[in-house]
């Protein structure tokens, strides 16, 4: 939708029932402007109330002269003491010990200078985190006069956070400060994709193997502790978590982000180039005033944000920039121009170019055979293009380490040139994708080969994957019958035994596909994750023996009913996402029966429409913290057995009927069932 529709149908909802809008972050009075649209402030036109943070009194003001204003207090001394303990010292210090007395001495004199900022309590408190005498805590504690006197920063509000963040980015290991400065490359409030975060870290050699902190360590895990160490210091806030503990995203705060994009500019690191100033932020530490501020010199990371409005993907002063060896889009799905030719641009003049990342351009475009001369490329990432032509000369790009060919157009044509990248570790296909030079896709080179993603197989040889022996992620998609599927699983045994994450994807004309995927299954033990998508009427009987899994997803399976049996026995799992059709139209009835799902802690149903009725005993998933119910229009009332789930914190409900969502509200007759859980969310 075009920005008046969305202001327009936002409207109408708050008109038609009483919300509770939060807009966070409002830096400017113009920014306000621009969505007001959408948001009714009066009561004749709403019973809605909004709630608006702002860093500017001006803005507040602006927004509603009548409103109630409310300026959040700094922390008292007892309650800075208390935050800045739980992080500092968490335990680790006897409170009788000479020790922790000294400690609570130097940290209390240090806390007066945090003026009771959270902010700057947290990240002080990060840094001595990792110091475990007194002698280091009165380095930090000499070191704090320091920047008080450097004066950080014009405006005094900020004064207590900006010494801190100063100090705190001093304070890091020199192998660190790079791995923090890379984030400024990001939009603010952006949720940083992990996996994505190492991959350009690598490309960028800002790890290498010799940080690594034992035997047999790859890359990834090297880079993962990096991050896990700014999060320690608290400069890196953690997003998502994943089923097995992981970190999928992180993030930092505003401030923090700014004295990325200063020091990256001092040091010519990084450079963000904003294709509008429109919604321009006013503060003097903002990242947007940063960068215009910044001198041209020679820069080796260029940030470009685009909108509908840039006319060109590359500003014309980088054009010529010999310097530059990484460029990373943000905001080109918003971009309107038509690019068949122009994205030649980019390839035509940055030649040194290690990263490239160019993701979710709308308008089609053409990748040119001038990628070729790219040779230094690490990572390379088109996802979400329209992007209608891989070029052979792909192949000239032999020290990538990260491809990504997830592109729009699902049928696109891949030139047979990807066995020549002997250093990629992760590779990311279309889901269907077909062969520009005639013969299987050869993969047999790849032996650094991490994540495939997906290997059909109908365009490649399974026989390729015995090599593969550090893959981790595999994705199959099984578009033929395979005659001599024992023999593949045989001679690629001890690669398929180090697999973690399996997707096994079934196309409905494959006959013999149950027999096939529980073969397969078999063979990957030690997996923590397993997607199954397809025609497949049973599991494989010995599921419940795999030690590691932990996620499983099930969509188009078609089950019979009795294979709840084998998936509710899974003793370590923790994720189940039972998606359309996971069960047979026979299937009507879905039983979880006492005992079952002893350590489960998430369940999504979704589109299934094939299940009449639930059925939860007590004793059933014991652990049970968040559930989802989505589009199962079959479910004409919530399972009785829910007012047994005591662990139920959050339940959410999108797409089903308005008398199923009545009945869970306030006084509806299934109210009861539910009314020990904190958060209900309707969609």
């Known amino acids: 939708m075009r920005d008046y529709e969305i202001a327009k149908k936002l409207f109408r909802v708050q008109q038609g029932k009483r919300c509770l809008v939060i807009l966070d972050d409002i830096w400017s009075i113009e920014t306000f402007n621009s969505l007001k649209a959408a948001f009714p402030l009066t009561c004749e036109e709403t019973q809605s109330r909004i709630l608006l943070t702002t860093r500017n009194e001006a803005v507040a003001l602006h927004a509603d002269r009548n409103g109630f204003l409310h300026q959040p207090q700094a922390l008292n001394e007892i309650k800075s003491w208390e935050l800045f303990e739980k992080i500092a010292l968490s335990g680790r210090v006897d409170k009788d010990s000479g020790v922790y007395i000294k400690m609570k ?60 963040l100063a100090l705190s980015y001093d304070d890091l290991p020199y192998h660190l ?94 450079r963000v180039v904003n294709s509008s100033q429109r919604n321009e932020a006013i503060s003097p530490f903002s990242s947007s005033m940063v960068t215009k501020a910044a001198p041209l010199g020679k820069v080796r990371r260029l940030a470009i944000y685009l909108n509908e409005n840039a006319d060109t993907l590359v500003p014309s002063r980088y054009e010529k ?39 979710g351009m709308n308008r089609e475009a053409e990748l040119p055979s001038e990628i070729g001369n790219m ?84 365009n490649c040889d399974l026989n390729d994957l015995t090599g593969l022996t550090n893959l981790r992620k595999l994705s199959i998609t099984l578009s033929s019958p395979l005659e001599n599927l024992e023999e593949i699983l045989k001679s690629t045994g001890s690669t398929l035994n180090h697999i973690r994450s399996l997707f096994v994807y079934t196309d409905l004309a494959v006959t013999g596909s149950t027999e096939q995927v529980t073969q397969i299954v ?17 599991l494989p009987r010995e599921l419940h023996c795999f030690p590691n899994l932990t996620k499983l997803t099930l969509r188009r399976f078609f089950l019979k009913d009795d294979q709840m049996g084998i998936i509710e026995k899974l003793p370590n799992l923790t994720t189940l996402r ?11 009835i879905l039983v979880f029966s006492r005992g079952g799902f002893p350590h489960l802690q998430f369940l999504s149903l979704f589109h299934m429409s094939e299940v009449k009725e639930w059925r939860v005993e007590d004793g059933a998933m014991p652990s049970l913290r968040r559930l989802s119910i989505k589009y199962c229009n079959g479910l004409m009332t919530i399972v009785d057995g829910l007012r047994y789930l005591t662990t139920l914190r959050e339940l959410s409900i999108e797409g089903m009927s308005s008398t199923f969502q009545s009945k869970l509200k306030a006084g509806g007759a299934d109210f009861h069932k539910i009314q020990h859980v904190t958060s209900l969310v309707f969609g």
């Open 105 to 164: 001495e130097l940290g209390m004199e240090m806390l007066r200078h945090c003026a009771g900022l959270p902010l700057a309590i947290t990240v002080l408190a990060g840094v001595l985190a990792r110091k475990n005498t007194v002698n280091e805590w009165i380095t930090v504690h000499a070191n704090v006069y320091v920047y008080i006197r450097r004066g950080i920063g014009p405006e005094e509000e900020y004064a207590g956070a900006s010494w801190v």
């Open 177 to 270: 400060k790079p791995c923090l400065l890379y984030l400024g490359h990001f939009p603010e409030d952006f949720e940083i994709p992990v996996k994505r975060l190492t991959q350009l870290w690598m490309a960028e050699g800002l790890v290498s193997l010799t940080q690594g902190q034992g035997l047999g360590e790859e890359m990834e895990d090297i880079a993962y502790h990096c991050l896990s160490e700014l999060m320690i210091r608290c400069v890196v806030q953690v997003g998502e978590t994943g089923s097995i503990g992981t970190i999928k995203t992180c993030r930092i705060h505003d401030l923090v982000r700014d004295l990325c994009l200063s020091k990256a500019e001092e040091e010519n690191f990084l």
């Open 321 to 359: 920039d010999d310097h530059l060896r990484s460029l990373l889009y943000f905001g080109l799905k918003e971009w309107r121009r038509q690019c068949k030719r122009l994205i030649l641009t980019m390839f035509k003049d940055f030649k040194l170019l290690r990263v490239l990342k160019v993701e």
């Open 375 to 458: 040779v230094h490329l690490r990572f390379l990432s088109l996802r979400g293009s329209n992007i209608k032509r891989i070029p052979a000369s792909l192949g000239n790009l032999i020290c990538l380490q990260t491809l990504d060919l997830r592109v729009e157009d699902s049928w696109l044509f891949i030139p047979n040139v990807i066995w020549k990248m002997k250093h990629v570790r992760h590779l990311y296909l279309p889901f269907f994708h077909r062969l520009r030079l005639s013969g299987k896709l050869k993969i047999s080179t790849l032996h650094n080969l991490q994540t495939l993603y997906p290997v059909s197989s109908s």
């Open 522 to 538: 078999s063979s990957c033990r030690h997996i923590y994750k397993l997607k199954l998508e397809g025609p497949t009427a049973e």
């Open 578 to 588: 039972l998606e359309q059709n996971t069960f047979n139209e026979d299937a009507k």
